[in-house]
């Protein structure tokens, strides 16, 4: 099949599956970057691959907002699960087409625990997402999207096919606002000082992960919650809301009667320890 043909087929049938984002990459890029990201070339995961798919979908930012809650873990892993649902079906889609491919799952590795041995897992959907156009990379350790700002989860599929690839966004996406460094409940992250890049405490962040995965109100995200990038913010009505995550641990504690504050506690308040 016509590789401009076998684009437009897979990228239709992702998004009728549900995918809110899709993009493409060579996997030539992997190699000719930060040595980081090329440790974990797709190659390695299937040695035929030439094309990176990697689509997202997005998480609701007043779930998103609740967290940490049982609520907001059920988003969670549904949005996981409906990845990986989606990348076996687009792989057997393929299959059907005579389209060799193969995908590496949403998160890939057996439980937090092991991340304190092994911080990674064998591949990472944020390379995908940023080499495909899809995103940059912001302070908070994640990619953020024009269209979701983090709120948007990725899955990754490799073709054998050289797919004509999207191009990497121009321009950084972040603000660099500081909020999400300084709403951190453990410290995890660090603003980047001169040329170094941001510091990602990753260990002080994998502990305060194992305490909520202990209460079933995994995962933290309130550096995803709290981001200010993003459309899904003007959809929500919540473009102005820096000054509300500021002040909602005080509140809480003050028992706030504002109907956004309430809202979240009330959230918090069941389904969990
Ligand atoms: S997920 Fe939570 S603990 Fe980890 S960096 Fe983000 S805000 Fe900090
Ligand atoms: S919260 Fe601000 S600094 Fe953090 S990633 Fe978003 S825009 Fe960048």
Redesign the pocket.
Same mark, same amino acid.
């Given at each position: 099949m016509k590789e401009n043909r076998l684009k437009e087929k897979l990228t239709r049938f992702l998004s009728r599956e549900g995918a809110d984002l899709v993009g493409y990459a060579p996997v030539d890029l992997w190699d000719q970057t930060n040595p980081g990201w090329s440790a974990f070339s797709p190659r390695l995961v299937w040695p035929p691959a030439r094309t990176v798919v990697v689509f997202g979908m997005a998480m609701p930012l007043p779930i998103v907002e609740t967290t940490p809650s049982a609520y907001h873990m059920e988003l969670y892993k549904s949005c996981n699960r409906e990845l990986d649902r989606l990348a076996l079906k687009a792989v057997r889609y393929l299959f059907n087409m005579e389209v060799a491919a193969s995908f590496f799952p949403r998160d890939g590795f057996g439980s937090i625990k092991y991340l304190q041995y092994k911080p990674f897992a064998a591949f990472d959907h944020r390379a995908a997402a940023y080499f495909a156009g899809l995103g940059t990379m912001g302070w908070?350790?994640s990619i953020l999207t024009a269209r979701y700002g983090p709120r948007v989860r990725f899955v990754s599929l490799f073709l054998e096919d050289p797919l004509s690839p999207d191009p990497i966004l121009k321009d950084e996406l972040c603000l660099q606002c500081r909020l999400?460094i300084d709403?951190? @409940? /453990?410290?995890?992250?660090e603003a980047p000082t001169g040329k170094a890049a941001v510091v990602?405490?990753r260990e002080?962040?994998r502990q305060?992960?194992e305490k909520l995965t202990a209460q079933r109100r995994y @995962? /933290?995200?309130?550096?995803?919650k709290v981001c200010p990038v993003g459309d899904d913010r003007r959809i929500y009505g919540a473009e102005k809301r820096s000054g509300v995550y500021l002040r909602e641990n005080q509140a809480l504690q003050q028992g706030s009667s504002d109907s956004l504050y309430r809202s979240w506690k009330h959230a918090r308040s069941w389904g969990s320890e």
């Open positions: 908070n350790n999400c709403l951190c @409940p /453990c410290e995890a992250l990602f405490h002080a962040c305060w992960h @995962p /933290c995200g309130i550096c995803i």
